[in-house]
């Protein structure tokens, strides 16, 4: 049976586009979304205006002519950040919103905040400028089981901090957890809270890391929880309330450095992103929800106006390949593969 269904262009609200060769090979990837919010996690990070000027000089560069993505940039968050150079670096349009890392929570993430006292006066001057702040939801205490770092950071660090700091408007990211998702719920009046969910999270739970043998493509941060805390997630994801709105957190590592002893965390999912929703999405009885969640809840959020412009998703029949791997230099990354057929292809209106 071939449908359509033709919605605003989308945009992602979390973005890992690296740099150099890397960057290269994957921002074409993204370049049918509207906006993408790019995360600062290089090394060394993002910390000032002035890099993220840069940064997105080099993403402009690689992006195919007449691409529709715009980047907004975002500052990695460190105990030494001017507040000043952040309410600047929003005012003039150049960043979208800043990123809070607890140290070593994720990949890159050794610069990031461990004293939350010294980073207060920054979060004032957010607060009062309304620049959005991302976080990655997790506490690193060793102590904590992997599993419920997003819980007990909710309770640890993400309330304490919104409580401190009356007016501060935060994102929590990549969201794994139904507790993640009724802390979004409860907070978000006034849209003084938001939340992204990424493509890969509303597809695996932890047994597809971990049952019947070692998968590192499926090994992320924050990792895929158990089967309940899918179901939640595809709930908020499809309910098409405002707090909810894509984040695919697409993070691409070569290979070679996946299939380690000790690989790094990420799925790649830029190339097939929006055929996996529009699958989810219809398997669910949903796809009337897809363009509140992928291009209508994300730029409420962030006070943007939604594109202009559309796109259509078009459902064939024959299931559509997309490559194995993409090549960056002498790389290849490995694309995240959903474990079901695709037949939904994202294309010009
Ligand atoms: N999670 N990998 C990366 C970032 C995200 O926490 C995240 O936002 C990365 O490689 O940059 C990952 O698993
Ligand atoms: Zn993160
Ligand atoms: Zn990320």
Same mark, same amino acid.
């Given at each position: 049976m071939n449908k359509f269904l033709t919605i605003r262009r989308p945009d992602d609200w979390h973005l890992h586009l690296r740099d150099d060769e890397m960057l290269n090979a994957v921002t074409p990837h993204s370049a049918?979304?509207?906006r993408a919010i790019i995360m600062p996690n290089l090394v060394p990070p993002v910390v000032t205006g002035g890099q993220a000027r840069d940064y997105r000089a080099r993403i402009r560069a690689a992006l195919p002519e007449g691409a529709a993505l715009k980047p907004l940039m975002t500052l990695y968050l460190t105990e030494t950040t001017d507040p000043a150079d952040v309410v600047a670096a929003h005012a003039e349009g150049l960043i979208a919103a800043v990123k809070l890392y607890p *140290?070593?929570? &994720? &990949?890159? =993430? *050794? =610069?990031?905040? &461990?004293?939350f006292d010294k980073v207060r006066p920054v979060l004032e001057a957010m607060a009062e400028a309304g620049v959005p702040l991302c976080v990655h939801g997790e506490v690193t205490d060793p102590a904590v089981d992997i599993f419920d770092r997003e819980a007990v950071f909710i309770e640890r660090v993400l309330d304490p901090v919104r409580r401190a700091t009356p007016g501060l408007r935060v994102v929590m990211e990549h969201i794994t957890t139904a507790d993640g998702i009724a802390y979004v719920r409860e907070n978000a009046a006034d849209a003084a809270m938001g939340g992204t969910i990424t493509t890969h999270h509303l597809v695996i739970n932890r047994n597809a890391i971990l049952a019947g043998g070692i998968r590192p493509h499926y090994y992320c941060l924050p990792v895929a929880k158990r089967e309940t805390h899918r179901l939640a997630l595809r709930e908020a994801a499809m309910s098409g309330q405002g707090p909810f709105f894509l984040g695919t957190d697409s993070a691409p590592h070569p290979d070679r450095a996946k299939l380690q002893p000790c690989g790094c965390a990420g799925c790649f999912t830029a190339p097939n992103t929006m055929s996996i929703l529009a699958q989810v999405f219809e398997e669910d009885g949903k796809l009337e929800t897809l363009e509140a969640f992928a291009s209508l809840n994300g730029p409420a959020f962030y006070r943007l106006p939604p594109n202009e412009d559309r796109v259509t998703l078009r459902r064939q029949d024959e299931p559509i390949r997309y490559p194995e791997t993409i090549t960056a230099g002498e790389e290849t990354v490995t694309v995240f593969d959903p474990g079901f057929d695709l037949h939904w292809q994202m294309e010009p209106a």
């Open positions: 049918d979304f509207g *140290a070593g929570a &994720t &990949t890159n =993430s *050794a =610069s990031g905040v &461990t004293d």
